[in-house]
T-cell receptor, first 111, second 117 residues
Framework: DAGITQSPRHKVTETGTPVTLRCHQT?????MYWYRQDPGHGLRLIHY???????DKGEVSDGYSVSRSKTEDFLLTLESATSSQTSVYFC??????????FGPGTRLTVT | AQSVTQPDIHITVSEGASLELRCNYS??????LFWYVQSPGQGLQLLLK??????LVQGIKGFEAEFKRSQSSFNLRKPSVHWSDAAEYFC???????????????FGTGTQLKVEL
């Protein structure tokens, strides 16, 4: 299995509070991705990174920001959490333009 | 824009029976295609991938998939299902992201497989 960890694994937070999720990899892969998984939608891309300090938006980026200051860490921030952001968040990595490997996920509940 | 359709939300098969999970994709160029499996509370594990070449690809855990360009399909098969195969299965199509490279995956909504003993 690819060396990917996500923290926290579970989080409950209140509407309006900022939340940061962390993805850490030990594979030295160039590309990192954040997805959210919701019933009936599969996984949808939020943001991705193609190198340190190089990021771009995915299809559902509103309300989210990301940062990557080191190759191994990719942070996802919910600037002001809303109930619609209750979801399971997955980080993925890839070394090439091809297959992606996923972390164990973070279950976020916004009350 | 690419899209993926998995027409079966739930499938139930008996242990030892054969399995076929359907996947149809829409993409303007030659697609990169993937099947992932997700067990409850777990992340996604890559089962197999198709990039080019032989249209029948073999994956882990005894799974295979066949790419049929004329039907825009990439169906997943297994000759004999084991109880441990019960999970959710996702088909995905990849497109190269122009900014910086990388591969944008578009997922289907998944097929939940139940295995009866």
């Amino acid at each position: 299995d690819a060396g990917i960890t996500q923290s926290p694994r579970h989080k409950v937070t209140e509407t309006g509070t900022p939340v940061t999720l962390r993805c850490h990899q030990t594979e030295n892969h160039r590309y990192m991705y954040w997805y959210r998984q919701d019933p009936g939608h599969g996984l949808r891309l939020i943001h991705y990174s193609y190198g340190v300090k190089d990021t771009d938006k995915g299809e559902v980026s509103d309300g989210y920001s990301v940062s990557r200051s080191k190759t191994e860490d990719f942070l996802l921030t919910l600037e002001s959490a809303t109930s619609s952001q209750t979801s399971v968040y997955f980080c993925a990595i890839s070394s090439t333009s091809f297959e992606q490997y996923f972390g164990p996920g973070t279950r976020l509940t916004v009350t | 824009a690419q899209s993926v359709t998995q027409p079966d939300i739930h499938i139930t098969v008996s242990e030892g029976a054969s399995l076929e999970l359907r996947c149809n994709y829409s993409y303007g160029a030659t697609p990169y295609l993937f099947w992932y499996v997700q067990s409850p509370g777990q992340g996604l594990q890559l089962l197999l991938k198709y990039f080019s070449g032989d249209t029948l690809v073999q994956g882990i855990k005894g799974f295979e998939a066949e790419f049929k360009r004329s039907q825009s399909s990439f169906n997943l098969r297994k000759p004999s299902v084991h109880w441990s195969d019960a999970a959710e299965y996702f088909c995905a199509v990849g497109a190269l992201i122009l900014t910086g490279g990388g591969n944008k995956l578009t997922f289907g909504t998944g097929t939940q497989l139940k295995v009866e003993l």
